[in-house]
T-cell receptor, first 111, second 110 residues
Framework: NAGVTQTPKFQVLKTGQSMTLQCAQD?????MSWYRQDPGMGLRLIHY???????DQGEVPNGYNVSRSTTEDFPLRLLSAAPSQTSVYFC??????????FGSGTRLTVV | KQEVTQIPAALSVPEGENLVLNCSFT??????LQWFRQDPGKGLTSLLL?????REQTSGRLNASLDKSSGRSTLYIAASQPGDSATYLC?????????FGAGTRLTVKP
């Protein structure tokens, strides 16, 4: 049982480049979400999904896109990377009203 | 807007002490509250989940309580060990969102 799997673990991008952070879960959880964690700011919600085909914005959505074509996968796309997007990104999943399971994170640096 | 506060921000104790970490939140309309542990450079490991209808949960040396009406939760760690050193995060779950506190950084000295 893999839980929540995130790839890649580390990534360095140049300003203006685009990339996709992958997230997959094998627990048949309806709810999936993306957070970023920054020193002094804690964890903040970027986007979330309550099921396949349904996504919505969280607290800090600008510069990011998401889609949910299957229950298992919830990729996060950076459209044009900026240094302000340097952060650690976590994907999480849960059953409705249940506890969250987090992936191990992606450490992104934008230079 | 839900605000989650954790006190203290940092705590250093000698091995063997019992300790209490505090979490407060401003909106009592929560689904549940979850305590996580985060080691440096690592992900979040769930420790305890308390549903809004529950008062406490226990796992080994850990006990978490929830008083939803007053917006408070405590995490009690018994007989602390150096391996307990980590950052402890409190998070409250509402509809489609989970709000985190800034964490308590715990150091347990041998």
């Amino acid at each position: 049982n893999a839980g929540v799997t995130q790839t890649p673990k580390f990534q360095v991008l140049k300003t203006g480049q685009s990339m996709t952070l992958q997230c997959a879960q094998d627990m048949n959880h309806e709810y999936m979400s993306w957070y970023r964690q920054d020193p002094g700011m804690g964890l903040r919600l970027i986007h979330y999904s309550v099921g396949a085909g349904i996504t919505d914005q969280g607290e800090v959505p600008n510069g990011y896109n998401v889609s949910r074509s299957t229950t298992e996968d919830f990729p996060l796309r950076l459209l044009s990377a900026a240094p302000s997007q340097t952060s650690v990104y976590f994907c999480a999943s849960s059953k409705q009203g249940g506890g969250y399971t987090f992936g191990s994170g992606t450490r992104l640096t934008v230079v | 807007k839900q605000e989650v506060t954790q006190i203290p921000a940092a705590l250093s104790v000698p091995e063997g002490e019992n300790l209490v970490l505090n979490c407060s939140f401003t909106d009592s309309a929560i689904y549940n509250l979850q305590w996580f542990r985060q080691d440096p450079g690592k992900g979040l490991t769930s420790l305890l989940l308390i549903q809004s209808s529950q008062r406490e949960q226990t796992s080994g040396r850990l006990n978490a309580s929830l008083d939803k009406s007053s917006g408070r939760s405590t995490l009690y760690i018994a007989a602390s060990q150096p391996g307990d050193s980590a950052t402890y995060l409190c998070a409250v779950s509402m509809m489609n969102d989970m709000r985190f506190g800034a964490g308590t950084r715990l150091t347990v000295k041998p």
